[in-house]
């Protein structure tokens, strides 16, 4: 048995730069690696993808929100 938690989404479009998920946390204890998103796979079998993206563009950002744009702006597109 697989255990499997899924959101659809049947707002339509989206026209902005909305999201159908967000995580968002505040960290007011400045603790050290404390992330609002973590992911462990615990099976045993090796070769499992941890985070699997299908779309027609897939596109990943990574935004140091410290810096100044376009100083700390990541992206992983194929």
Do not use: F
């Not at 339509?12 to 204890?29: I, R």
């Amino acid at each position: 048995m697989m255990a499997t938690v899924s959101i659809t989404s049947n707002e339509g479009a989206l026209y902005s730069a909305s999201a159908v998920l967000e995580v968002s946390a505040t960290n007011t204890n400045l603790e050290y690696n404390q992330p609002p998103l973590r992911i462990k796979q615990a099976g045993q079998q090796v070769g499992a993808a941890s985070i699997r993206i299908e779309d027609r563009y897939p596109d990943i950002e990574l935004i140091e929100t410290d810096q100044i744009a376009p100083a700390g702006k990541y992206e992983i597109a194929v």
